[in-house]
T-cell receptor, first 116, second 113 residues
Framework: AQTVTQSQPEMSVQEAETVTLSCTYD???????LFWYKQPPSRQMILVIR??????QNATENRFSVNFQKAAKSFSLKISDSQLGDTAMYFC?????????????FGKGTHLIIQP | NAGVTQTPKFQVLKTGQSMTLQCAQD?????MSWYRQDPGMGLRLIHY???????DQGEVPNGYNVSRSTTEDFPLRLLSAAPSQTSVYFC????????????FGPGTRLTVL
């Protein structure tokens, strides 16, 4: 079974600053995918970014980028030029190739607060 | 496209009551799943389906039943609700089991007294 650990229960930064959310995982799988999901107060789960483990290049989506370190089993999310709308819970998630009964394995989340 | 819809948004039950949480998607996705989210926790997989007529258990299936008679619908049944089933329930769908993006419904907040 896989485990995902997010060691920062809550983080707070000023608007326009850059913030990095940490995520580590444990797995014996070699082929897998990693995701960051955002959950604003509306409760809706929104995919922020995803990474295939076989790709060495870090994924980027506009202001969001990841630092994927496969050997260290680390998958951090960097948010640049943070905005008030980025305030939300952020969940790191793992899925092994083929998904199946394990589905997505989530961390406990980091509550990110962007201060005006 | 409406995406993934869930009804109801909120529900309060008494211990021992039964109910069905509805989930529907209009994207012709083969894969559908149910998760529960408890306070301070990430989502955990309850049941999933890889297509009409095929369902299987996830990490926390006890106390829940599912069926998949059509591609569009994937209801979750609580036969005898218990306070431990108080949670927020999310339905998700995707084109396939793995890399494809999982689209989540808005969730159902269930309280069992």
């Amino acid at each position: 079974a896989q485990t995902v650990t997010q060691s920062q229960p809550e983080m707070s930064v000023q608007e326009a600053e850059t913030v990095t959310l940490s995520c580590t995982y444990d797995t014996s799988e070699n082929n897998y995918y990693l995701f960051w999901y955002k959950q604003p107060p509306s409760r809706q789960m929104i995919l922020v970014i995803r990474q295939e483990a076989y790709k060495q290049q870090n994924a980027t989506e506009n202001r969001f980028s990841v630092n994927f370190q496969k050997a260290a089993k680390s998958f951090s999310l960097k948010i640049s030029d943070s905005q008030l709308g980025d305030t939300a819970m952020y969940f790191c998630a793992f899925m092994k190739y083929g998904g199946g009964a394990d589905g997505l394995t989530f961390g406990k989340g980091t509550h990110l607060i962007i201060q005006p | 496209n409406a995406g993934v819809t869930q009804t109801p948004k909120f529900q309060v039950l008494k211990t021992g009551q039964s109910m069905t949480l509805q989930c529907a998607q209009d994207m012709n996705h083969e894969y559908m799943s149910w998760y529960r989210q408890d306070p301070g926790m990430g989502l955990r997989l309850i049941h999933y389906s890889v297509g009409a007529g095929i369902t299987d258990q996830g990490e926390v299936p006890n106390g829940y039943n599912v069926s998949r008679s059509t591609t569009e619908d994937f209801p979750l049944r609580l036969l005898s609700a218990a306070p431990s089933q108080t949670s927020v329930y999310f339905c998700a769908s995707s084109e396939g089991q793995d890399y494809n993006e999982q689209f989540f419904g808005p969730g159902t907040r269930l309280t069992v007294l």
